[in-house]
């Protein structure tokens, strides 16, 4: 599409006045930004905010930026409340203007938890609807620190462990599917992710055994020579003390078939020992 003379942009403002001092502090703003002088950069960005705020998705990116700024270099109370309000806002505008909203809310939502504990409930849930909204495209980050936030609101007994566990299930299948998109590039990322996921998972004490039999029972039956799946399966019932689980005597099996190590072996002992078939 031919783009449009700045003066003839509806998105600069109604009138050709408006639009080219529109396109003047958009230029200001840029020029401030670049060299780190946020509080020079500030005029022109309060004026694009609110005067055109169509014009530039540079608006968003630096209103973030700016903001950010102020919550990490003062400790006023007052000054942090309103500045924290502004970068809400900030997200909020982006959405409305510029779309991606699932993006938008996960940034949002990690923003309002690192700048205010007070509201962790509100953090968890934007970050919730980002990942409902994103799905595979959902960003790492976003999705560890909802199972953070999840862990802690279980805890204290503001959600339900069924709730954690569906936050841990939903994440770790959408960090599988981003792990083999676009050719592998999200890997090393995604599997840091999926690390931190399943570390918290599996100390959060959210799911009794017959829980975790159900949620991994059908898995182990799709892909019972997965091997990486294998040892995390082991390991969890392990930690969570189901190993009179009929679950863990064939993950165990099948682990030390596939792959005979000291740990399997041991752990196929203990099994062993436990069913009073001493000979094995």
Not at 118 to 134: A, G, T, V
Not at 224 to 241: C, H, M, Y
Request: charged residues 30%.
């Amino acid at each position: 599409a031919q783009q449009l003379n700045i003066t003839e942009n509806p998105n600069y403002g109604a009138d050709s006045v408006s639009r080219l001092e529109c396109a003047n502090n958009l230029s200001t703003m840029s020029e401030f930004m670049k060299i780190n002088l946020y509080d020079y950069a500030l005029p022109a960005w309060k004026k694009v905010f609110s005067e055109c705020p169509e014009s530039s998705k540079n608006i968003y990116l630096y209103g973030v930026k700016i903001y950010r700024d102020k919550l990490d270099n003062t400790s006023d109370p007052d000054i942090r409340a309103g500045a924290l309000d502004t970068l809400m806002l900030v997200y909020d505008k982006r959405a409305q203007y510029f779309g991606q909203e699932g993006l938008v809310l996960g940034r949002k939502g990690l923003d309002l938890f690192k700048y205010d504990r007070e509201q962790i409930r509100e953090s968890y849930d934007l970050l919730k609807r980002s990942m409902e909204m994103s799905k595979a495209s959902t960003e790492p980050a976003v999705m560890v620190t909802l199972m953070q936030i999840s862990n802690a609101l279980f805890k204290s007994g503001v959600i339900e462990g069924r709730e954690l566990i569906d936050t841990y299930l939903h994440s770790e299948d959408n960090l599988n599917k981003r792990m083999n998109a676009a050719g592998g590039k999200y890997r090393a990322q995604s599997e840091k992710a999926l690390a931190n996921i399943y570390a918290i998972f599996a100390k959060s004490g959210a799911a009794d055994c017959a829980t975790l039999v159900e949620i991994f029972g059908p898995k182990f039956e799709k892909t019972p020579e997965d091997l990486e799946f294998l040892k995390k399966l082991t390991s969890l019932l392990i930690d969570q003390d189901c190993e009179d689980s009929e679950l863990f005597a064939s993950g165990s099996e099948n682990l030390y078939r596939l792959e005979p190590s000291s740990l399997a072996a041991y752990n196929l002992a203990k099994l062993f020992f436990k069913k009073e078939d001493f000979d094995k």
